[in-house]
């Protein structure tokens, strides 16, 4: 069972305007949640978190907006650039238990199309 | 910065070889690093984590004695996938993380296995 889900697939989006990435997750442990994009044959990059303390999180054209009732999170892109054009990964992590294991979950990705 | 190098890129093999991949950390100490497996059309995976200086903690079905991970400094670990199958044929990739579990991983651009 997927504990972090995208489910968009893709996403089309004109130049300029706002891209919204939603993801939604079940584990009610995870308490930090990150937010990744990867380019074709690169590794995912790191591009915003947010603790399950805040509600939001803001980095230049970045946004996360976290709903803990609703396990619900989604990245805010404003405005959207061309360089924009990637697919973008939702990742979350519980608290390490002690027994060393505290890795993330990822969604499946969202590939965001930047039309121009 | 934090840039993660992994090595090598794409390996193609024969049945009952034994591959090492290597993930550096460049420009941070690493207390602790992740290693992950990815299947076509499907979301990263979690295999193992370990810290610098201790034994890594593998993830439930992954078996220990086919993937030896060692992470001998707190700028290098090592994958060795043992006496590889077509089956161990698979994308995978290595994170690094500064500190603790509220920081964000740092992903190398992953290594393609092929074992013929």
């Known amino acids: 069972d997927q504990q972090v889900k995208q489910n968009s697939p893709s996403l089309s989006v004109q130049e300029g305007r706002i891209s919204i990435l939603n993801c939604d997750y079940t584990?009610?442990?995870?308490?930090?949640f990150l937010w990744y994009k990867k380019y074709p044959a690169e590794g995912p990059t790191f591009l915003i978190s947010?603790?399950?303390?805040?509600d939001k999180n803001e980095d230049g054209r970045f946004t996360v907006f976290l709903n803990k009732s609703a396990k619900h999170l989604s990245l805010h892109i404003v405005p959207s650039q061309p360089g924009d054009s990637a697919v973008y990964f939702c990742?979350?992590?519980?608290?390490?238990?002690?027994?060393?294991?505290?890795?993330?979950?990822f969604g499946k990705g969202t590939h965001l199309i930047i039309q121009p | 910065g934090a840039v993660v190098s992994q090595h090598p890129s794409w390996v193609i093999c024969k049945s009952g070889t034994s591959v090492k991949i290597e993930c550096r950390s460049l420009?941070?100490?690493?207390?602790?690093m992740f290693w992950y497996r990815q299947f076509p059309k499907q979301s990263l995976m979690l295999m193992a984590t370990?810290?610098?200086?201790?034994?890594?903690?593998?993830e439930q079905g992954v078996e220990k004695d086919k993937f030896l991970i060692n992470h001998a400094s707190l700028t290098l670990s090592t994958l060795t996938v043992t006496s590889a199958h077509p089956e161990d044929s698979s994308f995978y990739i290595c994170?690094?993380?500064?500190?603790?579990?509220?920081?964000?991983?740092?992903f190398g651009d992953g290594t393609r296995l092929s074992i013929l």
């Open positions: 994170s690094a993380r500064r500190g603790s579990s509220n920081q964000p991983q740092h």
């Open positions: 947010i603790s399950s303390i805040k």
């Open positions: 990742a979350a992590s519980a608290p390490n238990s002690g027994g060393g294991a505290d890795g993330l979950t």
């Open positions: 370990s810290n610098e200086g201790s034994k890594a903690t593998y």
């Open positions: 420009d941070f100490q690493a207390t602790t």
């Open positions: 584990n009610s442990m995870f308490d930090y």
